[in-house]
């Protein structure tokens, strides 16, 4: 398995353990960082964040194309408001999550949005936190070809002057004038709404750094140290297997701080336009 789909099974596991709702996505602070930084409140901002995307569904939606769903989790919460559901994603252990959870009657398919293929269409596509990892031009013309009305994107993407693959995970992490030039050469399609929520979001990484730095890296450290100590061999072992990771993991986190500086965070609403 590779390391990024160790880190999301894990972050899902986490999710369903901890927050009780299996989502992925980053939360949302409308009224700013918690008083105190905790998992508990990262969960509730998941739900928050949900709850803000829902509110931009149009009410003439009654079918979703779910594109990278993730555990499945959104795609749930959305089936239980009354909204039928199809779901795609490339990463098949977190497919086997979804289909686990989902009622039978949502299709869940194993591919990334370029290579899907069905003779159907939908009133929207939906993009949460996965429109970054899909080629601007296939995705816009693929949201041409599967929507009939809308388009919802809650993602992030590079600011201007920063490079792509500053950081790991295989995005595209387009800048968001170049999603606009893009979207101005597909004339069926209009932005009806775009906002910038970088601040509601970036307390995410606060609380991360937090648990990250004061809890997870002491302890480790810790850890190691007592291997070391009581358990020599398997110590030298652990270091020479997990070292470089481990040190990469104890290293202080300052995410809060480089994400902002990089990305912006935004809800952007498509509309096909009307003829004429």
Same mark, same amino acid.
């Given at each position: 398995? +590779?390391?990024? /789909?160790?880190?999301?099974?894990?972050?899902?596991?986490?999710?369903?353990?901890?927050?009780?709702?299996?989502?992925?996505?980053?939360?949302?602070? *409308?009224?700013?960082? *918690?008083?105190?930084?905790?998992?508990?409140?990262?969960?509730? =901002?998941?739900?928050?964040? %949900? #709850? &803000?995307?829902?509110?931009?569904?149009?009410?003439?939606?009654?079918?979703?194309?779910?594109?990278?769903?993730?555990?499945?989790?959104?795609?749930?919460?959305?089936?239980? &408001?009354?909204?039928?559901?199809?779901?795609?994603? *490339? $990463?098949?252990?977190?497919?086997?999550? @979804? &289909?686990?959870?989902?009622?039978?009657?949502?299709?869940?398919?194993?591919?990334?949005?370029?290579?899907?293929?069905?003779?159907?269409?939908?009133?929207?596509?939906?993009?949460?936190?996965?429109?970054?990892?899909?080629?601007?031009?296939?995705?816009? =013309? @693929?949201?041409?070809?599967?929507?009939?009305?809308?388009?919802?994107?809650?993602?992030? %993407?590079?600011?201007?002057?920063?490079?792509r693959g500053v950081d790991s995970g295989g995005g595209r992490r387009q800048t968001h004038a170049e999603f606009c =030039?893009?979207? #101005?050469?597909?004339?069926? !399609?209009?932005?009806?709404? #775009?906002? /910038?929520?970088?601040?509601?979001?970036?307390?995410?990484?606060?609380?991360?750094?937090?648990?990250?730095?004061?809890?997870? @890296?002491?302890?480790?450290? &810790?850890?190691?140290?007592?291997?070391?100590?009581?358990?020599?061999?398997?110590?030298?072992?652990?270091? !020479?297997?997990?070292?470089?990771?481990?040190? +990469?993991?104890?290293?202080?986190?300052?995410? $809060?701080?480089?994400?902002?500086?990089?990305?912006?965070?935004?809800?952007?609403?498509?509309?096909?336009?009307?003829?004429?």
């Open positions: 398995m +590779k390391l990024k /789909d160790f880190r999301l099974d894990f972050e899902a596991m986490l999710s369903e353990v901890v927050y009780g709702h299996g989502f992925l996505h980053y939360g949302y602070f *409308p009224d700013g960082p *918690p008083a105190t930084p905790s998992l508990q409140a990262l969960g509730a =901002a998941q739900q928050a964040w %949900f #709850d &803000r995307m829902v509110a931009e569904i149009p009410s003439q939606v009654t079918t979703i194309l779910d594109v990278g769903s993730g555990t499945g989790a959104n795609a749930l919460a959305l089936t239980a &408001r009354g909204y039928q559901l199809e779901c795609l994603s *490339p $990463s098949t252990q977190l497919n086997a999550m @979804a &289909r686990a959870k989902l009622p039978e009657s949502v299709r869940v398919h194993d591919t990334g949005f370029e290579g899907f293929d069905v003779p159907r269409q939908f009133d929207m596509c939906l993009f949460g936190e996965s429109f970054h990892y899909i080629e601007l031009a296939p995705a816009l =013309a @693929a949201i041409d070809r599967y929507a009939t009305h809308s388009a919802l994107i809650f993602d992030y %993407f590079r600011r201007p002057g920063v490079e =030039a893009a979207l #101005d050469q597909n004339p069926g !399609w209009q932005i009806a709404h #775009d906002e /910038d929520v970088t601040e509601a979001i970036q307390p995410t990484f606060v609380i991360l750094d937090h648990v990250k730095n004061a809890h997870v @890296a002491p302890f480790l450290t &810790r850890l190691r140290g007592e291997f070391r100590r009581s358990r020599p061999v398997l110590g030298r072992i652990l270091e !020479w297997g997990l070292g470089r990771r481990m040190d +990469k993991i104890v290293r202080p986190s300052e995410r $809060s701080e480089r994400f902002a500086e990089r990305y912006e965070y935004r809800l952007i609403r498509l509309a096909r336009r009307g003829p004429g």
